[in-house]
């Protein structure tokens, strides 16, 4: 009995001191996806689908594509100089972010006056 209330909180502890921990990653992802919307759009939407949309696609298409771009095996204008700028984790953890998020439809901005 000792045994199964000390694995118990032992369970406990370790969920709480985690806790905090799973938060700081949650964050720093987001963070780093961030870093995408400018030309992605919010939570990897775009616009008219130019340049394509990110959220929804698979974790391991994504990744593949983000090291392609940073070993230079696949051509782009801009992508090969963000993508250098990560880990590999950092890759990794990006393209799990944006399969996570729901593929949607992006709108531009409203017009002025509307």
Excluded: W
């Amino acid at each position: 009995m000792r045994l199964i209330h000390a694995i118990t909180a032992a369970a406990v502890v370790t969920a709480i001191a985690t806790a905090p921990v799973h938060a700081q990653d949650a964050n720093q992802t987001r963070s780093l996806a961030a870093t995408c919307t400018a030309c992605h759009g919010t939570d990897g939407i775009s616009v008219g689908g130019v340049p394509p949309s990110l959220a929804g696609q698979n974790k391991d298409y994504l990744l593949q594509q983000l090291k392609d771009y940073k070993a230079g095996k696949r051509p782009a204008t801009i992508m090969h100089q963000h993508a250098k700028g990560y880990s590999d984790e950092q890759l990794e953890r990006i393209a799990a972010y944006f399969a996570a998020v729901k593929p949607g439809t992006a709108t531009g901005a409203p017009r002025a006056g509307n």
